[in-house]
Structure formats: C-alpha cells, structure tokens
C-alpha cells in the first residue's frame, strides 16, 4: 500500500513565524502534492511538484512555497503564517501516466491541522 | 469556479441497504475521475476510479457509474455498514484535477 506520512497531525503556531510542514511518500512516485481543506471550500491546490526541484503554483499559492531536494519528501513553507492559513493541509502523492500526464490516482496523507495563532 | 459537485450534502441510509452518492462535473473534456471516502480525522482515501472509455467499474461493494452523456457520476454502495459511514467526494481530470465539495454518509443503525 501506498503510504504518504505527514510530520505532525496537529500545529498550533503564531502570526509571523515561518511554519514547515514536511510530508514523505514510500512509493516512488513523481508527482507530489500540497492541498488545503476548509469547510464549505474543500480541497484546494496549493503547489504541486512532478519532479525534484521542480514546483508549480496550484489554485492558491500565495503566502505559500515548497521544496522538494528529495523525489520522496515535499515540504510546504508559510513564510510569515497568518490567522487566515488555519486550516487542514493535505499531502498527496502519485505517479505519472504514461502520457506523462497524472491520470494515477492520487493517495493523501492524514493531514496536519494547522492553527495560526 | 467549481466545476465538480455533489447533489447533497448529506445522505442518510438504513445499515444493511445500498447507498447512491451523485456526483455532477462539467468538464466534458475530462477523461479520469476518482471517488474517496475520507473519515473523521482522516485524509481521503482512494476508493475507485473509472475513466471515460468505459461507463461502468465494480469493485468490493461499489460500482462507480459514469455517463458521459449528461456528464455525471455515481457510486453505489452495497449493503452498507456502519464503517462506510464518511464523507465522500467525487474527482475529476481535466487540466488538473479538481474535487468536488463532498457528500455525508450517515448510516442508521
């Protein structure tokens, strides 16, 4: 089974601090994802990367960045958090099609719930 | 704006019967989409997929329907049981993928 680990279920961090959420996939899969989840809004596409040190801006990227140093590990960066970034951030995983376009399904983490204080 | 969505919210079934969850998209050029269940506390979990050169997938107690003509997907539950209960939510792939906003399952004892 695909495993994707998020480093923390829970955050609670204050206004102005740079915050590091870190997620690892155990599958060997090119494609990695970071996604915020609100109620009434559900999920959102933040950054997404298909390949290390490769990164595209998803739906809301702004406030955001990412890394990915490593084809296993993606990490999601808020530069200076605020009260608006509370929220539930969903890792994903998955692997290329063969038209090098994600036609895989994607497999997420549990999540960590963020809290900006 | 939203191109994925879900006729209810919250759909509420007797444990034992079968479940419907809708699931409206209007990407007609979409070619893939997913379901996932995501339980309380939990991320969402990859249940079944379907693309769009076929219009019917059966799995373990669920069949995912797809009609390309009115653009819209379903998933069928089999003989629920209370650990279906979740929100489920529909996927799409067209230039991306996008997620609709989810559907309650709620079963009743």
């Known amino acids: 089974d695909v495993k994707v680990t998020q480093s923390s279920r829970y955050l609670v961090k204050r206004t102005g601090e740079k915050v590091f959420l870190e997620c690892v996939q155990d599958?060997?899969?090119?494609?990695m994802f970071w996604y915020r989840q609100d109620p009434g809004l559900g999920l959102r596409l933040i950054y997404f990367s298909y390949d290390v040190k490769m990164k595209e801006k998803g739906d809301i990227p702004e406030g955001y960045s990412v890394s990915r140093e490593k084809k296993e590990r993606f990490s999601l960066i808020l530069e200076s958090a605020s009260t608006n970034q509370t929220s539930m951030y969903l890792c994903?995983?998955?692997?290329?099609?063969?038209?090098?376009?994600?036609?895989?399904?994607?497999?997420f983490g549990d999540g960590t719930r963020l809290s900006i204080l | 704006g939203e191109s994925v969505g879900l006729h209810l919210p919250t759909l509420s079934v007797q444990e034992g019967d079968n479940s419907i969850i809708n699931c409206a998209y209007s990407?007609?050029?979409?070619?893939?989409f997913i379901w996932y269940k995501q339980e309380s506390g939990k991320g969402p979990q990859f249940i079944i997929d379907?693309?769009?050169?076929?219009d019917k997938r059966q799995g373990q107690r669920v069949t995912v329907l797809l009609n390309k003509t009115v653009k819209h997907l379903s998933l069928q539950i089999a003989a629920t049981q209370p650990g279906d209960s979740a929100v489920y939510f529909c996927a799409e792939m067209g230039d991306g993928l996008t997620f609709g906003k989810g559907t309650h399952l709620i079963i009743q004892p």
């Open positions: 994903a995983s998955s692997l290329i099609g063969p038209v090098g376009v994600s036609n895989q399904p994607q497999h």
């Open positions: 379907i693309r769009s050169n076929m």
């Open positions: 599958m060997d899969h090119e494609n």
């Open positions: 990407n007609s050029a979409s070619d893939y």
